[in-house]
Nanobody, 126 residues
Framework: QVQLVESGGGLVQPGGSLRLSCAAS????????IGWFRQAPGKEREGVSC????????YYADSVKGRFTISRDNAKNTVYLQMNSLKPDDTAVYYC???????????????????WGQGTQVTVSS
């Protein structure tokens, strides 16, 4: 049974940092691309970042480039999203998702992902 479990969300002040984790079980991470998405109240779920595990290639939404960094730890079967310089607009539920076999040029399309986690809340507020 495939499971993706996000953790690391919370309340942070503007300008602060958080590191989200996506722990995978029931699948071998190196055969997948792992994406991070977010959904704010009343808005569509949007792609934030993606990493192709096999070659480490990464993708970012323009809104987070230079602030967020995606990485993976193959030994722990875990993908991370380091979020720095957080803004109130980053407030959302963050989800990780898995797609065989890589991110690709349309990594931001949520319909291409096979598995999803339950999400973790990130709130950026003073």
């Amino acid at each position: 049974q495939v499971q993706l479990v996000e953790s690391g969300g919370g309340l942070v002040q503007p300008g602060g940092s958080l590191r989200l984790s996506c722990a995978a079980s029931g699948l071998t991470l190196r055969y997948y691309g792992i994406g991070w998405f977010r959904q704010a109240p009343g808005k569509e779920r949007e792609g934030v970042s993606c990493i192709t595990i096999s070659d480490g290639s990464t993708y970012y939404a323009d809104s987070v480039k230079g602030r967020f960094t995606i990485s993976r730890d193959n030994a722990k079967n875990t993908v991370y999203l380091q979020m720095n310089s957080l803004k109130p607009d980053d407030t959302a539920v963050y989800y990780c998702a898995a797609d065989i076999p890589w991110c690709g040029s349309e990594w931001y399309q949520k319909g291409k992902y096979d598995y999803w986690g339950q999400g973790t809340q990130v709130t950026v507020s003073s």
